[in-house]
């Protein structure tokens, strides 16, 4: 009598042994444990860090409204019509116009020290930078034909970055029309907001010098970060330009880096 043959087929699908799935399971129970307390640590560092520029973010937005039904803040109007082509008459001015050099934008409460460092390396701008917002040496001074360009922080550490460590912050809400008011060896020069735009750190073309009296201020975007650059571009419209004799063309500006500060 035959006997049955019996044919076991194998399904195909092979099952990791109990033990072996417990390992697996407690070393992903591990790896998100420490992702969660990476992204714990990050956040709170974070926090200490930009605290001081988180706070100037959110308290903008309680004054701004205030600022642009008033047009007015530091004593100074905050933006001109976009058809006028000359500064605002201001009627009461509680600003008098001072020796000192310093840039004042009323939209963003900016009032500080601009500084003349020697050198374009980046350790003395970055000095500089501390007590003020930076001149770029070679090139235009305030109330001259070509390209004025101003530099500050955006946020930087707040126990190393100086009074001045944020003075840019708020940048980026600057729009056409708003008003910047430079004082400068006893003059007042009030330049009107043009346009904005966003280049890479190698982009150093931005400093060149241009046909008409321009101002060029600069700091880095995004916020916290030294990723790319935001440039503001404002015209001078409260006198005609001075003095275009001692403008340095672009290729002898010295030592361009392709790394400003933050």
Same mark, same amino acid.
């Given at each position: 009598?035959?006997?049955?043959?019996?044919?076991?087929?194998?399904?195909?699908?092979?099952?990791?042994?109990?033990?072996?799935?417990?390992?697996?399971?407690?070393?992903?129970?591990?790896? !998100?444990?420490?992702?969660?307390?990476? +992204? *714990?640590?990050?956040?709170? @560092? #974070?926090?200490?860090?930009?605290?001081?520029?988180? $706070?100037?973010?959110?308290?903008?937005?309680?004054?701004?409204?205030?600022?642009?039904?008033?047009?007015?803040?530091?004593?100074?109007?905050?933006?001109?019509?976009?058809?006028?082509?000359?500064?605002?008459?201001?009627?009461?001015?509680?600003?008098?116009?001072?020796?000192?050099?310093?840039?004042?934008?009323?939209?963003?409460?900016?009032?500080?020290?601009?500084?003349?460092?020697?050198?374009?390396?980046?350790?003395?701008?970055?000095?500089?930078?501390?007590?003020?917002?930076?001149?770029?040496?070679?090139?235009? !001074?305030?109330?001259?034909?070509?390209? +004025? *360009?101003?530099?500050?922080? @955006? #946020?930087?550490?707040?126990?190393?970055?100086?009074? $001045?460590?944020?003075?840019?912050?708020?940048?980026?809400?600057?729009?056409?029309?708003?008003?910047?008011?430079?004082?400068?060896?006893?003059?007042?020069?009030?330049?009107?907001?043009?346009?904005?735009?966003?280049?890479?750190?190698?982009?150093?073309?931005?400093?060149?010098?241009?046909?008409?009296?321009?101002?060029?201020?600069?700091?880095?975007?995004?916020?916290?970060?030294?990723?790319?650059?935001?440039?503001?571009?404002?015209?001078?419209?409260?006198?005609?330009?001075?003095?275009?004799?001692?403008?340095?063309?672009?290729?002898?500006?010295?030592?361009?880096?392709?790394?400003?500060?933050?």
């Amino acid at each position: 009598m035959d006997q049955p043959y019996h044919i076991k087929v194998e399904s195909g699908q092979h099952h990791l042994p109990r033990k072996s799935r417990g390992k697996l399971k407690n070393w992903l129970i591990e790896v !998100l444990q420490f992702m969660g307390l990476f +992204v *714990f640590f990050f956040a709170l @560092s #974070s926090l200490v860090v930009m605290g001081p520029t988180i $706070y100037s973010k959110v308290s903008y937005y309680f004054f701004a409204s205030e600022i642009a039904q008033k047009n007015s803040n530091l004593g100074l109007p905050v933006s001109s019509p976009d058809y006028q082509t000359i500064a605002p008459q201001i009627e009461s001015p509680t600003k008098v116009v001072t020796l000192e050099s310093k840039i004042i934008i009323p939209k963003i409460s900016v009032d500080s020290p601009i500084v003349f460092p020697a050198t374009a390396d980046n350790k003395t701008i970055l000095t500089a930078i501390k007590t003020g917002v930076a001149h770029y040496p070679g090139t235009a !001074l305030p109330g001259r034909a070509g390209n +004025v *360009f101003l530099t500050g922080h @955006s #946020s930087y550490y707040w126990w190393n970055g100086g009074k $001045y460590n944020r003075v840019f912050t708020l940048l980026n809400q600057l729009k056409p029309a708003d008003l910047i008011y430079i004082y400068h060896e006893g003059k007042e020069y009030v330049y009107k907001v043009r346009d904005s735009i966003v280049v890479l750190p190698s982009q150093t073309e931005v400093l060149k010098p241009t046909a008409g009296a321009t101002l060029s201020l600069m700091t880095c975007t995004p916020v916290g970060t030294n990723l790319k650059r935001l440039i503001v571009r404002a015209d001078l419209i409260s006198s005609p330009p001075t003095d275009t004799s001692r403008i340095d063309e672009f290729s002898k500006i010295p030592n361009i880096p392709i790394f400003l500060p933050l």
